[in-house]
């Protein structure tokens, strides 16, 4: 019997190992979509945030990345946080963390993740919240405002967005600085918080700067009393900080990437240069809108420095809530 042709009978035996082989995969990100996880509904900031990045994130990872963003709303960003928390740690599941949210409602409540759950990415957003009124309020500064509230406790309204948020914890900590006490309104978002100011509901709310950008028109029935950054924010460059007008009170609203716990370090610093680089693409500046005069970055271990000189305070309001 005459023997195979031996280019052949090689071509033969290199498709049997092939085909016997597992198939081959790419190296990451070019296996599968990166979903970015967004723990409220579709067009809020957060989500609005996330899918302007997608595509410049996108672009930086290079050849076959794509970057996908899933909403799972509820529970103040708790079932988007247990969701990336328990995700295998690939560098395939991220999520957008809100602080202070993030960090303060495990301190009162049982929640079904931790933050020690999570390798922090990038910071994005540094937000400062703002008190704001009518611009027809008899008290138009912070000390006019505690100064009335020392003498008449309560006689004074003032609305935030729900245990935790950021204007709840300022609200609390100048509470506790000032020994002032408001007449508490809780409120289910900004766009109520407002409208209640505005028809005069309530007489301040505290809100993050981010979201009320007619402050910076000046045509705003609308006026920023103060603003709790550690400096003045440039979205805000004339409205004086808590601590220029003597209350030791700051409170920001922050976002930014986060990962699972043990996701490899070098996806992690490939992330961070990604978004690094995207923040600050003039491209996305423009697409960014409201977002643009608070963007801030920072790598995910300065951010967590940042957060860990946060902590004692948060614990001291966590202690006068009652527990859930």
């Known amino acids: 019997m005459p023997r195979p042709y031996a280019p052949l009978r090689a071509l033969s035996v290199a498709f049997a190992l092939a085909s016997a082989a597992p198939m081959a995969h790419a190296a990451w990100p070019d296996d599968q979509p990166i979903e970015v996880v967004v723990g409220f509904s579709a067009g809020g900031g957060t989500d609005l945030m996330a899918r302007a990045l997608a595509p410049f994130i996108e672009k930086r990872l290079g050849g076959h990345a794509r970057v996908v963003v899933l909403n799972k709303p509820g529970a103040s960003g708790e079932i988007a946080n247990a969701y990336v928390a328990r995700a295998k740690p690939d560098g395939y599941t991220l999520g957008i963390v809100n602080v202070p949210g993030f960090n303060f409602l495990p301190l009162y409540k049982k929640t079904q993740y931790r933050p020690e759950d999570f390798t922090l990415v990038a910071r994005v957003v540094n937000d400062p919240t703002v008190l704001i009124a009518k611009r027809e309020v008899k008290a138009t500064t912070l000390a006019g405002i505690v100064e009335a509230l020392k003498k008449s406790?309560?006689?004074?309204?003032?609305?935030?967005?729900?245990?935790?948020?950021?204007?709840?914890?300022?609200?609390?900590?100048?509470?506790?600085?000032?020994?002032?006490?408001?007449?508490?309104?809780?409120?289910?978002?900004?766009?109520?918080?407002?409208?209640?100011?505005?028809?005069?509901?309530?007489?301040?709310?505290?809100?993050?700067?981010?979201?009320?950008?007619?402050?910076?028109?000046?045509?705003?029935?609308?006026?920023?009393?103060?603003?709790?950054?550690?400096?003045r924010s440039q979205a805000l460059p004339d409205v004086p900080t808590a601590t220029e007008t003597g209350y030791a009170v700051t409170m920001t609203s922050e976002r930014g990437f986060a990962a699972p716990k043990g996701t490899p370090a070098d996806v992690v610093a490939r992330l961070q240069k990604a978004i690094a680089d995207s923040i600050a693409d003039p491209a996305f500046i423009k697409a960014a809108s409201n977002d643009a005069p608070v963007l801030a970055y920072l790598p995910g271990a300065e951010w967590q420095a940042s957060l860990s000189k946060q902590a004692p305070a948060l614990r001291a309001i966590a202690a006068q809530i009652p527990k859930e």
């Open 153 to 231: 406790p309560k006689t004074l309204s003032c609305g935030y967005n729900g245990i935790g948020t950021n204007g709840h914890l300022a609200l609390k900590q100048l509470q506790n600085d000032s020994g002032a006490t408001f007449n508490e309104v809780p409120f289910k978002g900004t766009s109520e918080s407002k409208t209640a100011v505005l028809g005069g509901h309530v007489d301040y709310a505290f809100v993050s700067a981010g979201e009320v950008p007619e402050l910076r028109s000046g045509a705003s029935d609308l006026r920023a009393i103060a603003q709790f950054g550690t400096q």
